[in-house]
């Protein structure tokens, strides 16, 4: 019974660190019958004498959906009305809706926005939920939210664009994706989402989602244009077109994926083929760093990791002669970017592989996998917006529904022509959210 005590405190230990509300409640006193206390007892006065813990659970209160009708006060005022001969009335001013004659609430778009890039719920399959309350919806309707409230979204999509061109280091990837009706384009062709995110030490972490019809270096060129810090991307050559203010650094794991693929018929745990071994040396030594500064993690790696560095390239360098298929190419690749690699001893801010990066575009690819694809480059762009929004929001801890609700009934509410400033207050490391 000890035991299971434990582990029942743990659980319920664990599950205090996530829920935000907890709600404690008393239960009435059960008082027996006198008669089963005893004839002689005549007379029950009950004082309160604390409480008994009893056990703990988890409620949930079922989502709820109504249809809301807004009005506008209209006041008369009368001595004003006598003076002037006329009526003077004067009307109030109900805040702007997301979308103009739309049933799309800020909360409901929000909900809609949360399953669909949250939960990888695919819109045809939230549409039964809306008609199990009554509404009936559309694809089509639920698609059009999406669409138009990303573009009280897109200036803060910019802003957090902005704030990643300002920072020092960056990582970046690209995923292809689909968009079946694109003018002067097959269905088949691929299109592309680019990723470009900040490094895992940045205190006001940001990931970036852009929408392109191609994986053209002139892409990768106007996605970084503005920045001349240090980026880890992987070898695609496209990132040539990158401007020269800007350095580049490699990925290991990239080299280190490729090696085993070419060694994977033949690794045995007793004889881990030698490249191989010193790559996996390197990301040993590096997760020993994970705790420290950028300067400490300098210092360890110039001390800890180049010297396995310089047996991987001297074990290649000693090939006489470049051996044909897959080992053949991981070779090629580790040459083609050993500058970039290299580069990495000297930049404790960056990470020793871009996987955060790919886990970024994974996240993209997962979604992708329930929404099937996009059926117009508006859609295509909505979704990029959407989840450059999200994943920033995730990476600051914060709700992400509350989130979206709070940017969907307050952006609306900012004038036209608002300023960069005016934005910047919402993003994520600035706001308050309401609890």
Known sequence: MASLKTLSDAIFEILG????????????????????????????HLIDAGKHFVREDVITIPLTRYRRRIFEAIKKCEPCSVEQDRGIFFQGHAPRPVIPHSLGSASAIAEVAYEKFCLDVPLYRQIDEWANDGAILSEATLSNWIIQAAKHLRPVWEQIHTHLLQLRFLQGD????????EPGRKAAQKSYIWVMRSTSRCREPAIYYQYAPSRSGDVAKELYTGFDGTVQIDGYSGYNKLLPDITRTGCWAHVRRKFFDAFKDVIDQQAIPIPLGYIDRMFFLERQSKTMTAEERYHFR???????????????????????GALGRAIKYALNQRQYLNRLLDYGEMDWS?????????????GRKNWLSSTSPQGAEANAIFMTVIETVKANGLNVFNY??????????LPDFATGAQYQAYLPWNIELDN
């Open 404 to 413: 979206l609700k709070t940017l969907l009934e307050k952006l609306p509410q």
């Open 174 to 181: 690209e995923t292809p994706y689909q968009v079946i009706r």
């Open 354 to 366: 871009n996987n955060a990066t790919e886990r970024s575009v994974k996240r993209f690819v997962m």
């Open 17 to 44: 660190q996530f829920f935000r509300r907890v709600v404690s409640i008393l239960a009435p006193n059960g008082v027996k019958k006198i008669a089963e206390l005893g004839n002689s007892l005549r007379r029950l």
């Open 302 to 324: 110039q001390e800890q990791i180049a010297p396995f560095v310089t047996k991987f390239w001297r074990w290649i360098d000693g090939l006489t002669i470049l051996p044909k």
